[in-house]
């Protein structure tokens, strides 16, 4: 991989901890090669976006990163854990640690957005008290800007907020790290950039490390510390959106229009 940065301090203080490291990562289906050679740091607090065109495995990568698929090659820890060798307990265990907001928002159409808000907090904590469930969905919604939105289902809300609804319920669990898959698609630009804002929010306000995995060139921009580019299955440049930008690299033609 090309590094750009000299050292992470551009996006980064160096004194951080990384909370995810990833190296020579393989991943195939059947004979089809789909990660070829990925590494990837991740480090405490920081926004990381990862770009790479459609089909090119971002999802794979991450659903690697909490054990959903597994990994042909390649070493995998987050927050210290070997995830390739993970038992069934410790990857529940790591998993309350990593919030995933999926593709879609993955809401329960059927539940309302406080039923929707009160799983996690039942079945991943325990918490059945009612006044306690009150307290933390309103002011998990109060995060997202959607208290007014508490006793609508998915399906009357617009695809922005049901986005924000989704975020709201993975760090509900204050999870110490996010992982975004494709935040914005489907959302017009205006709506795009609310939902990168609250990205840098969440950075800001819990202190969460992001992996944030994108097409969309403006989400990188708006969101990254740093952008790790996927190209062919590897993790091919690494910097800041702005180093990325001027390195002029022809694997990036497609996101840069030089
Ligand atoms: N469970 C699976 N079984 C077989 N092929 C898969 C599976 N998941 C993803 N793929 C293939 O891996 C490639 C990368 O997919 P994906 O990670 O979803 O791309 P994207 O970068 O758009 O998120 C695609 O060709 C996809 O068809
Ligand atoms: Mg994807």
Do not use: W
Not at 152 to 179: N, W, Y
Not at 240 to 257: I, P, R, V, Y
């Amino acid at each position: 991989m090309v590094t750009l940065t000299t050292n992470h301090t551009t996006g980064v203080p160096s004194s951080l901890t990384k909370v995810v490291e990833i190296k020579n990562l393989k991943k195939s289906f059947n004979d089809r090669v789909v990660l070829n050679n990925v590494n990837l740091d991740l480090y405490e607090r920081e926004n990381l976006a990862v770009l790479g065109r459609s089909g090119s495995g971002k999802s794979v990568l991450i659903k690697c990163m909490v054990g959903l698929l597994r990994a042909d090659e390649g070493d995998i820890q987050v927050l210290g854990y070997d995830v390739s060798s993970l038992s069934a307990k410790k990857l529940i265990e790591l998993r309350l640690q990593v919030g995933f907001s999926f593709q879609g928002s993955a809401l329960y159409d059927s539940m309302t957005v406080r039923q929707n808000l009160e799983f996690p907090l039942k079945r991943n904590l325990g918490i059945y008290d009612r006044d306690q469930l009150d307290e933390i969905v309103m002011t998990s919604l109060k995060e997202v800007g959607l208290e007014r939105a508490i006793d609508q289902r998915p399906d009357e809300l617009s695809g922005g907020m049901k986005k924000r609804i989704g975020i709201a319920r993975t760090l509900i669990l204050k999870p110490k790290i996010m992982l975004y898959d494709e935040p914005t698609s489907g959302l017009d630009p205006q709506t795009s950039e609310e939902i990168n804002e609250l990205i840098l929010q969440v950075r800001d306000q819990y202190h969460t490390a992001s992996i944030i995995i994108t097409h969309d060139v403006s989400c990188a921009r708006q969101v990254s510390d740093r952008v790790v580019a996927l190209i062919d299955g590897e993790s091919k440049l690494e910097g800041t959106f702005e180093e990325l930008e001027a390195a002029n690299d022809s694997n990036l033609k497609h996101f840069f229009n030089y």
